[in-house]
């Protein structure tokens, strides 16, 4: 059944690139947003037709999280490191069905005691989908590091996953691709792992999403690769995820906050 639709599906997808692509570069988020609702209802009436089983379903149930994500707005509001562990806590539970497909280890640290801003909903999206990236993209039974800490007037989550080696391809993120992670329908390789075609946010959509929604916060998002010395006596190449989100005091973090990005490298 899975390999029956997956041409249909990445078809859809390229529709989706050709419509949205633009008008989520320009910004327009909500356009986009309707893009995609019309398209939606043009396959569930297709789906009506045609019965395609749990596959296709849960195709649906992704371009239902898509469309959601685009359309919301987040009011952020001091949240207490209780609330953020709440938080990722809650997130991992989400996604342990997606964890358990390659079996990683999740480590988390204590987040520091300080209130940031942030809207818990969207937040939790953002971890959820960070974490859904480690899983998909790093190696059967690799441990998974989920850290934060204070720096100035800001606060940053970080994701730390190991590289999953592959030849033939682009494998981490090459730095020249940094910023391009973020453009809609973006990836940085072009293969497809069905096992995780449950995930709530696809087709390389996600990471776009989180930028939207961290930037409500008032926050910036930053993915990169770092080499890591402190995890083993063989230095190795992880990928860092990093939220950064600004503390309840009302102070910009534009030019006071030190990311791990220029800590490590």
């Given at each position: 059944?899975?390999?029956?639709?997956?041409?249909?599906?990445?078809?859809?997808?390229?529709?989706?690139?050709?419509?949205?692509?633009?008008?989520?570069?320009?910004?327009?988020?909500?356009?986009?947003?309707?893009?995609?609702?019309a398209s939606l209802s043009l396959l569930k009436g297709r789906h009506q037709l045609v019965q395609t089983g749990d596959v296709i379903r849960e195709w649906f149930d992704s371009l239902e999280s898509?469309?959601?994500?685009?359309?919301?707005?987040?009011?952020?509001?001091?949240?207490?490191?209780?609330?953020?562990?709440?938080?990722?806590?809650?997130?991992?539970?989400?996604?342990e069905k997606l964890r358990k497909i390659k079996n990683q280890n999740i480590f988390c640290e204590t987040p520091p005691s300080v209130a940031v801003l942030a809207e818990e909903k969207g937040l939790a999206l953002c971890v959820r989908e960070l974490l859904t990236n480690a899983f998909k993209y790093s190696p059967e039974g690799s441990n998974i590091h989920i850290t934060s800490y204070r720096t100035g007037n800001s606060v940053s989550l970080v994701v730390l996953n190991d590289v999953e080696f592959s030849t033939g391809r682009n494998t981490g993120v090459p730095r020249e691709m940094e910023n391009a992670v973020f453009e809609p329908f973006f990836r940085i390789h072009n293969t497809y792992d069905e096992?995780?075609?449950?995930?709530?946010?696809?087709?390389?959509?996600?990471?776009?999403?989180?930028?939207?929604?961290?930037?409500?916060?008032?926050?910036?998002?930053?993915?990169?690769?770092?080499?890591?010395?402190?995890?083993?006596?063989?230095?190795?190449?992880?990928?860092?995820?990093?939220?950064i989100l600004r503390t309840s005091q009302e102070a910009s973090i534009a030019d006071r906050t030190v990311s791990m990005r220029s800590v490590t490298r």
């Open positions: 059944m899975a390999r029956l639709f997956s041409l249909p599906f990445l078809l859809y997808a390229a529709f989706l690139a050709a419509l949205c692509v633009d008008v989520v570069r320009l910004g327009d988020l909500r356009l986009a947003h309707g893009l995609l609702v898509i469309t959601k994500a685009f359309g919301a707005c987040y009011d952020s509001k001091p949240l207490e490191s209780e609330g953020l562990c709440r938080i990722v806590q809650s997130s991992l539970e989400e996604v096992r995780f075609r449950s995930e709530e946010l696809g087709m390389g959509i996600g990471l776009t999403v989180v930028q939207n929604a961290v930037n409500q916060f008032g926050g910036s998002v930053y993915v990169y690769e770092i080499t890591d010395h402190a995890s083993g006596l063989v230095p190795r190449r992880r990928v860092a995820a990093e939220l």
